[in-house]
């Protein structure tokens, strides 16, 4: 047997992407102790916990308006299952975690989505969960948007810009109906 019929297949990881936004995250810097750009492997047992309070939280958002533990997450599978998944807990007696529509008092949990938008006060959290095998370890993969993600996901469909290069919705035709001209008719 050669070494690569030997080696042990790799098994893939759940990997959480989280994407941060806050109106004032340039001046306050409330995301600063948050490990950006990099995949951080977490325990399967653990729960993940956010919030302001870096005795007891993993993730750290530097803000005095965030509670001491704001929401945690814990990895699962489901029962009788090979799917990971994971649950969110509101852990703020002050605020309501929104997870898309759904409104969350302190103490409820929900299943996370697989791709959902996560509110409270002022931040927006876009969590989109790549499904693994792994049942040792999951991981966080985190992300600062520059726009609010709530307006990138609501924008109007692009409405198709004439040859013209001018909207039609700029000039309107004050009830006129469009008239078909041959290119050969001048």
């Known amino acids: 047997m050669t070494s690569s019929e030997e080696a042990e297949t790799e098994e893939t990881v759940t990997c959480l992407h989280m994407t941060f936004y806050h109106p004032c ?98 931040y927006q959290i876009l969590a989109e969960v790549q499904e693994g095998e792994s049942v040792d370890y999951f991981e966080t993969h985190l992300h600062l948007a520059e726009v609010p993600i709530l307006q990138e996901r609501c924008l109007p469909p692009l409405q198709p810009i004439p040859e013209n290069g001018v909207s039609s919705s700029l000039f309107p035709s004050q009830g006129k109906s469009p008239i078909e001209i041959d290119e050969n008719e001048s």
């Open 25 to 122: 995250q340039d001046n306050k810097m409330m995301f600063r102790c948050l490990n950006f750009c990099k995949r951080e492997q977490v325990r399967a047992d653990e729960v993940a916990k956010f919030g302001r309070d870096s005795n007891i939280c993993r993730y750290n958002l530097m803000d005095t308006r965030v509670s001491r533990i704001q929401f945690s997450l814990q990895f699962y599978r489901k029962l009788n299952s090979s799917q990971f998944c994971f649950e969110i807990k509101n852990m703020s007696k002050k605020t309501k975690l929104i997870v898309d529509q759904t409104e969350l008092g302190y103490l409820n949990k929900i299943d996370l989505p697989w791709k959902c938008i996560v509110c409270f006060g002022d």
